[in-house]
């Protein structure tokens, strides 16, 4: 069964970096691929999108600025850079697969347009 797999997450201080990584299958080549969020208590909530053939990239109000969502076609990867941290970014980072963008131009924000979730990676940031 296919699983995406997230990594890269840990704790920084805020104003700190990390960057996240999600293993991406070859077969799901030409879907654009998204990375989430979701803080306890809270519903998950979409960060940034990057369709796979011409990279274009969304997001979040909250992020724009500070994260940087990229992929690696040879390395199969999609990456969330995040600069500039704050303590309201600590959540549980998940990527997935937007399911309704097979060969399109663009990538959907809505959580229930994407599937094949990962386990998710948490991501801690102190004050």
């Known amino acids: 069964q296919v699983q995406l797999v997230e990594s890269g997450g840990g704790l920084a201080q805020a104003g700190g970096s990390l960057r996240l990584s999600c293993a991406v299958p070859g077969l799901f080549s030409s879907y654009a691929m998204g990375w989430f969020r979701q803080a306890p208590g809270k519903e998950r909530e979409f960060v940034a999108s990057?369709?796979?053939?011409?990279?274009?990239?969304y997001y979040t109000d909250d992020v724009k600025g500070r994260f940087t969502i990229s992929r690696d076609k040879v390395d199969e990867t999609v990456y969330l850079q995040m600069n500039s941290l704050k303590p309201e970014d600590t959540a549980i980072y998940y990527c997935?697969?937007?399911?309704?963008?097979?060969?399109?131009?663009?990538?959907?924000?809505?959580?229930?347009?994407?599937?094949?979730w990962g386990q998710g990676t948490q991501v801690t940031v102190s004050s």
């Open positions: 990057i369709t796979w053939n011409t990279g274009m990239t």
């Open positions: 997935a697969r937007d399911r309704t963008s097979y060969f399109k131009s663009r990538a959907s924000r809505d959580r229930d347009d994407y599937d094949f």
